[in-house]
């Protein structure tokens, strides 16, 4: 069995950004259910990589993030908490070795013996990102009460209560970025999980520092796909294609189209913020940013129909 993925076989970052890909809703997140939802999404990731691609997967960490947060709280005075930016980070070794287990038994069931690491991601962020002084990002659990709120915290009121919110500042720069290409030349990489760990510079500009923030999962795939020249950005979620005035009547999906195509329907504000424009955005900005020449395509679809989507015959398929 060969443990190198054929240096002829293109490069695919999979994004899983259905929001729940490990803990679905209703779900409390025991790790008995985790492990059947990573079991099910490796599944088909497992496919791919037979087919020889290499393959650089990241994902989203919501509810995990905020489960944490939670435990944070509750444990109160008997241990001492940690930033957002730390639990980030212990999100990834989390829901970085469910998917490393779920992944390596279906490799080996399909008699492919390729490793699988994961690698805690910093992700580089600005200081003076605008983001940082209007915060919009929830996280966590809902409060029904001000009192239980933790002071220095910015909320807001949601139908189920009081919910932090955090700043969510542009993903300037993958640091292990170089690491990680090297890495996927034999490995499968799963990385930058939860948009990565926001870093800025330190005092005067001099090393790292975490920083309390979530960046925006999407665009963090987008960054990863477009520094690691990705020839396709593969964007698995809950539905099976793109469609066009959802949930309306006249709904219609979008099946095969170009970078200017999609421009105009995003520009006619058909797809919803904090659920597919994000996704829109990540595709038009990977294809954009192709050197004049260079092909690559961006598909938005489902963990089931992720095989025949690379081969175009299924999802929609954004084309430069």
């Known amino acids: 069995m060969g443990r190198k993925a054929p240096k002829k076989h293109k490069t695919v970052l999979v994004a ?44 989203g960490n919501g509810p995990q993030v905020g489960n944490i947060l939670l435990q944070q709280e509750l444990s109160g005075k008997s241990v001492p908490e940690m930033p957002l930016y730390v639990c980030v980070a212990e999100s990834q070794g989390q829901i970085g070795y469910m998917m490393q ?8 069931k399909l008699g492919i013996d390729r490793p699988i690491v994961t690698l805690v991601t910093q992700v580089l962020v600005s200081r003076k990102d605008p983001a940082f002084r209007n915060p919009t990002k929830p996280i966590g659990a809902h409060y029904k009460r001000k009192p239980l709120m933790k002071r220095g915290c910015k909320y807001v009121r949601e139908k189920e209560g009081y919910r932090r919110v955090v700043a969510s500042p542009e993903p300037l720069r993958i640091v292990e970025e170089h690491a990680i290409r ?11 999980g939860g948009g990565g760990v926001p870093v800025v510079r330190g005092k005067g500009n001099r090393g790292l ?26 964007m698995l979620t809950d539905v099976d294609c793109v469609y066009v005035n ?16 999609i421009r105009k329907y995003q520009r006619e504000g058909h797809f919803a913020p ?40 299924a999802g929609t398929v954004i084309e430069r």
């Open 16 to 59: 899983l950004v259905g929001g729940n890909a490990l803990i679905k809703p209703g779900q409390k997140g025991e790790l008995s259910e985790q492990l059947q939802n990573a079991d099910n999404a490796m599944k088909h990731i497992a496919k791919l990589a037979k087919r020889g691609w290499k393959l650089i997967l990241t994902y």
């Open 182 to 192: 090297k890495i996927a030349d034999d490995s499968i990489v799963v990385c930058c």
């Open 209 to 234: 520092v975490g920083i309390d923030a979530v960046i925006d999962k999407d665009l963090a795939g987008q960054k990863l796909a477009e520094l690691v020249r990705a020839d396709v950005l593969l």
């Open 246 to 261: 959802y949930g309306k009547p006249s709904q219609r999906p979008l099946r095969r189209l170009g970078l200017s195509e």
């Open 274 to 313: 904090g659920s597919m424009e994000p996704k829109i955005e990540a595709a038009v900005r990977f294809l954009a940013s192709a050197k004049v020449g260079r092909k690559r395509r961006a598909i938005i679809t489902s963990f089931e129909l992720a095989e025949k989507a690379l081969e175009g015959r």
């Open 101 to 108: 287990e779920s992944l390596y038994n279906h490799l080996h």
